[in-house]
């Protein structure tokens, strides 16, 4: 069976930890696919840029667990 597993954080760091803390409960053979994205929205009211990290990691599954 293929999964999805969706990754969003505010800090690149955040995002980093979260994906390597997955890796360690797959194997490394059945990863088969990262996509990564970076979005921002500048908040001109309140001076801040809002900073968004993603990733989809596509990998196999031999049952129905995460």
């Known amino acids: 069976m293929i999964k999805v597993?969706?990754?969003d954080c505010c800090h690149e760091l955040?995002?980093?930890?979260?994906i390597n803390e997955f890796l360690e409960t797959?194997?490394?053979e059945d990863l088969?696919?990262?996509e990564y994205?970076?979005?921002f929205l500048d908040n001109k009211e309140e001076e801040e840029t809002i900073y968004?990290?993603?990733a989809?990691?596509?990998y196999k599954c031999m049952n129905?667990?995460?």
Do not use: C, P, R, W
């Open 5 to 7: 597993k969706m990754f």
């Open 14 to 18: 955040d995002l980093e930890d979260e």
């Open 64 to 66: 129905n667990e995460d």
């Open 32 to 34: 088969l696919s990262v």
């Open 26 to 28: 797959i194997q490394d």
């Open 56 to 58: 989809m990691l596509i």
């Open 37 to 39: 994205q970076t979005a």
């Open 52 to 54: 968004s990290y993603s």
